[in-house]
């Protein structure tokens, strides 16, 4: 099995991106993005496998996260910034191109950065998250529009301080809730209107109380989330969502444009987020679309759920792949 190692990569804004990496230096980049509230550690399954095929693979804890600089300014953390640093990462191996691999918010990253600069993107994955056109109207205004005064977490994130010490105040609870109450077992009991109810309460308190550890997860990989999250709390993977105008602001230049580069989309069948979001958004959007994967009994956490089913999607793209 390949060796991990470990390092950081630092940008001309003076944040540092502290990356995974495993693999040959002279094989093809892979670039695995992680979403909320993930880390690098969340690809844990996929890196040796990628590596041990002859990719040269870097999964970085993107800025906010993790061992990665955390900045104080909100805009910051916006698609430009964030798709600049993957750019950066190809640039730190010397390479004009990298496949890029994105789940949840790292799945719109890497969707962005194939639409920004296709042309140093070799192939792009989307997990969780398909890719979405930009709509006609800033996202949070389009939000408010559809569910009035109903509560929606990405709203409710809005707010400077708020969600914050929401997370924070006790992230073992959080997280439990989040990685364990977003798989297909809690799903199957939980009250779909309760995420949405305005009755006062806050993020956490709306999450599944998940006493049972699913098989696909331990209690020592939970602690090292919990154990993480509890040194920097959420308020920089929070910033990401305090960008989404912003974002659409900055990507009008690329409205109704496609991703070009080859792309295939991957998720999970029980994922609840692909009832927001289903994969049909992105039809007619891909020039090169390598297919859509549902993989079976699968939640929103699908490459550490089902990883087998998943390295072996990434695997065949990969293989399909020629302009690295």
Known sequence: MASLTERTVARPDGVEIHVTEAGPADGPPVILAHGFPELSYSWRHQIPVLADAGYHVLA?????????????????????????????????????????VGHDWGSMVVWGLAQRAPERVAGV??????FIPRGDHPPT???RHLLGDAFFYMLYFQEPGVADADLAADPERTLRGMLLGLTPAAQATADPTAMFAN?????????????????????????????????????????????????????????????????????????????????????????????????PDAGHWVQQEKPTEVNRTLLDFLAGLTSW
């Open 60 to 100: 970085p804890d993107q800025r906010g996260y993790g061992r990665s600089s955390q900045p104080a300014e909100v805009e910051v953390y916006d698609i430009v910034h964030l798709t600049d640093d993957l750019v950066a990462l190809i640039d730190d191996v010397g390479r004009d191109t990298a496949a890029i």
């Open 199 to 295: 009755d006062g309460r806050g993020f956490v308190e709306r999450l599944p109380v998940v006493t049972e550890v699913p098989g696909w997860i331990t209690e020592a990989e939970i602690a090292h989330y919990v154990d993480e999250f509890r040194r920097t709390g959420f308020t920089g993977g929070i910033s990401w969502y305090r960008n989404l105008d912003r974002n659409w602001e900055l990507m009008e230049p690329h409205a109704g444009q496609k991703v070009r580069p080859p792309a295939r989309f991957v998720g999970g069948a029980l994922d609840p987020v692909l009832m927001m979001t289903p994969p049909s958004t992105q039809d007619g959007w891909l020039a090169d679309d390598r297919g859509t994967v549902i993989v």
């Open 141 to 143: 205004a389009a939000m």
């Open 125 to 130: 994955v989307g997990m969780s998250v398909p």
